[in-house]
């Protein structure tokens, strides 16, 4: 839910309801009267998703018309899908390159961390001796100073990126990337998920969204540090769960839980002013035991099971509408949004020294209670 509610904060605005090809604007244009915005996108999660879905699907439709209206050979499949794929990413500059906020993130950790390396490599019991002179400090920013000042040391010094970017393509990157979060978790793909969630977790970074970016920070440490080889291919292999059968139909583990604690509070419930601590013990006991034998039983008696999925919707209709309207004006790179001319990507905002810094205190916290 927090993946979407990322997207609805930054582009989801009333003020660019005259921006060709916004959300606000898809949005009125195809009658989506559920979808309100990011306040409402917890309780009206699905149809909050579907239009996020739809509009996607649209621009990638829209930049594949536009791909194929140039000339492509279908000689080979494989090659013809790369190479509308590596042009539709081309038009809407969806590829990390050395100058992205990314490969400047990154690059701002490395030479923070050479720096931290050898300070450290100074430091004695509790403080810090300069190698070059031998004066003693017991302060971290004091004996920086001194470096600086009195060797000419030179620490690596973060800079943030301050130029505006195209919030189209800003949109459809966090978008893909969301969805593609998504359809891991359905087809059970652990370690795509682990992947993704390294970017989400820069993002919730950018957006000050803490819960979850710790959670993320955790998940992250557990298959790649804590964990060993074995138990985090098991962490991956076993990050979601099936409940209906199908290669699209897993379900995080954390939605499982959340299923399983809803039917047992519907067990207590009906125990009315009666329900007390040993009666909920034995339903949280029982209530998958009691499951599985009525699975059984439906199973050798050959009943019918009543369909429990709802049937999807066809968006096709709504997905043709806003590609005719997006490319009424040309070829779809050209779209540009004017109300978020001095939109900054959210990445382009993180400090990479307070960071590093929050990386240190969750590896000091990880050490003592670890």
Known sequence: ?????????????????????????????????DVTGPDDVVQKFRPHQQFLEDVTDSYIVAAC?????????????????????QK?????????TENSSISRIRNDLEAIHADEQKLFAMRVN???????????????VWFKKHLTSKHHWKLHQANTNEHCNNAVGQFLFMSLLFRDTCDSYKMCDGARSVCNAHFEWL?????????YKIWLWRMITYTLSILGFRESFEYKWNISVNLNGG?????????????????IKRELNTQGANKSYESAKQICMTTQVIHAIKQNLMRTSRTAKS?????????????????????????????????FQNFREPLSGINAEELHAWIGEQKRIANMFM
């Not at 018309?65 to 794929?85: A, P, Q, T, Y």
């Not at 993002?203 to 819960?211: F, G, I, Q």
């Open 1 to 33: 839910m927090l993946r979407h509610m990322c997207i609805y904060q930054l582009f989801y605005k009333a003020s660019s309801s005259m921006d060709t090809g916004s959300m606000y604007q898809l949005r009125n244009l195809i009658n989506r009267r």
């Open 65 to 85: 018309l536009d791909v194929m209206e140039e000339g492509c050979s279908n000689k080979n499949n494989i090659e013809f899908v790369e190479k509308i794929s």
């Open 88 to 96: 539709v990413m081309d038009c809407f500059n969806l590829g990390v």
């Open 126 to 140: 509790d403080h810090y001796q300069c190698a070059l002179c031998g004066k003693c400090f017991t302060s971290l």
């Open 203 to 211: 993002y919730d970074s950018a957006l000050k969204h803490s819960k």
């Open 247 to 263: 290669i699209r139909n897993n379900i995080p583990n954390d939605n499982a839980v959340e299923i399983q604690v809803n039917n």
């Open 307 to 339: 369909k429990s999925t709802r049937p999807e919707a066809d968006k096709s209709g709504d997905i043709m509408k806003m590609v005719e309207f997006l490319r009424q004006k040309g070829a779809i790179k050209n779209v540009c949004w004017n109300s």
